[in-house]
């Protein structure tokens, strides 16, 4: 079985309409792995991960459907690719990554108020 993994990012009203949770929804039905997030910009981005044909099917969802409330203007994919074995266990929702601009100086200074280790790797990884 051929996999694939490609990147999206979705514009339009696609924040505050449960976006994610729908995208989600719909990769674990088709099942499929990644990841998906809210971007400053207010688009969405992600990962998804899986056979060639679900990974079309989900790509036509992300276009074309998505959340029941949401206005999807555009899609855009990039980085497609085939891959020898997912990378991803399962399909989550991110809430920050240290490694994007969403990962703010708020954000850390919220870790700080922990006196724990725990509690500042759990803020990292979005648990907060």
């Not at 959340?67 to 074995?85: A, L, Q, V």
């Not at 266990?89 to 280790?117: D, G, N, R, Y």
Request: glycine content about 6%; charged content about 25%; overall charge positive.
């Amino acid at each position: 079985m051929a996999l694939v993994s490609v990147d999206y990012k979705v514009f339009g009203l696609v924040q505050g309409v449960f976006f994610r949770k729908f995208t989600r929804e719909a990769a674990n039905k088709y099942g499929l792995v990644g990841w998906v997030r809210n971007e400053r910009d207010d688009t969405v981005t992600g990962v998804v991960q899986g056979p060639v044909d679900k990974v079309t099917v989900m790509k036509t969802w992300l276009e074309k459907e998505g959340s029941p409330r949401c206005k999807i203007t555009k899609c855009e994919f990039s980085n497609e690719r085939r891959i020898e074995r997912l990378e991803f266990a399962k399909f989550t929702i991110q809430k920050h990554c240290v490694h994007s601009e969403a990962f703010t100086m708020h954000h850390f200074s919220k870790c700080f108020q922990f006196e724990k280790l725990a509690a500042i790797q759990a803020c990292v990884e979005g648990v907060h």
